[in-house]
């Protein structure tokens, strides 16, 4: 019985030894080896790139210690200079391991090329949202005398009118000419007095003019309903598209 024991007491000790050791080497390869390996605890903050041109961020980069790579895609803004850097992998301020490599996008030297969209005869607040959406920046705005109030009669790039489809840098100044709501032609007012108010609206409208203020008020000259004054009185020669303003009898 005990020539069994001995051998397995053996085989028991030898187990426990081999256990040991191996969890001494695994302690000393995690809390030894593979911090010194990795330079554990030995971060580098990622600077702020961000504005600078190429060069100037390259030697940002070589003096922390870091690695770079440029984006084949790269972007544009009408803000910063050509080759200045648009973004960067990892972002700023990031703790990373010396020598890592940092991912650069760059301004675009030239401005990509887009095609002119169709503003004509748009509204002017309508045209504002499509230039901005498309990169464009919005330039004067030409009032020229027309019937359609802030609608776009003519786009132009310096100036020059251009037609839709035509292409532009990205980032251009687009001149707006744009009606005031007034013709050059000279009208008469028509004479509204004793007329029912709605009958008054489709007259002033009729006659290429705007219906301006309604007012109402108590008046014993005409039924309620109808209108007793106007402004300006009838005859007066105004521009087409101006406002009329009416006064109402109500009860």
């Known amino acids: 019985m005990n020539s069994l024991n001995y051998p397995l007491k053996k085989i028991l000790i030898n187990l426990l030894i081999i256990i040991g050791i191996s969890i001494f080497l695994g302690f000393l390869f995690l809390k030894v080896y593979l911090p010194l390996y990795t330079n554990h605890?030995?971060?580098?903050?990622?600077?702020?790139l961000s504005g600078y041109e190429y060069e100037e961020a390259v030697d940002?980069?070589?003096?922390?210690?870091?690695?770079?790579?440029?984006?084949?895609?790269s972007g544009f803004s009408m803000e910063l200079p050509a080759l200045a850097i648009l973004k960067q992998i990892p972002e700023a301020n990031s703790q990373v391991k010396s020598g890592r490599r940092i991912y650069l996008t760059i301004n675009?030297?030239?401005a990509p090329l887009i095609k002119m969209p169709n503003l004509v005869n748009m509204p002017l607040k309508n045209v504002q949202e499509i230039l901005a959406n498309l990169?464009?920046?919005?330039?004067?705005?030409?009032?020229?005398p027309d019937i359609g109030f802030n609608v776009v009669l003519e786009q132009r790039y310096r100036g020059v009118?251009?037609?839709e489809g035509f292409e532009i840098p990205k980032g251009a100044r687009i001149d707006l000419v744009v009606g005031d709501g007034m013709g050059n032609q000279l009208l008469l007012v028509p004479d509204l007095k004793g007329?029912?108010?709605v009958d008054a609206?489709?007259?002033?409208l009729g006659s290429g003019l705007r219906v301006g203020n309604k007012n109402y008020s108590t008046t014993d000259s005409v039924a309620p309903g109808k209108v007793f004054l106007q402004s300006p009185p009838a005859g007066t020669e105004i521009k087409t598209g101006e406002a009329v303003d009416i006064w109402?009898?109500?009860?």
């Open 41 to 48: 605890g030995e971060t580098v903050s990622v600077p702020d």
């Open 60 to 73: 940002i980069l070589d003096q922390a210690g870091l690695q770079y790579e440029v984006s084949v895609d």
């Open 108 to 110: 675009a030297r030239n």
């Open 135 to 144: 990169g464009l920046e919005r330039g004067d705005i030409i009032f020229v």
């Open 161 to 163: 009118s251009v037609r």
């Open 195 to 197: 007329m029912d108010e």
């Open 201 to 204: 609206e489709f007259l002033i």
């Open 248 to 251: 109402v009898a109500k009860n």
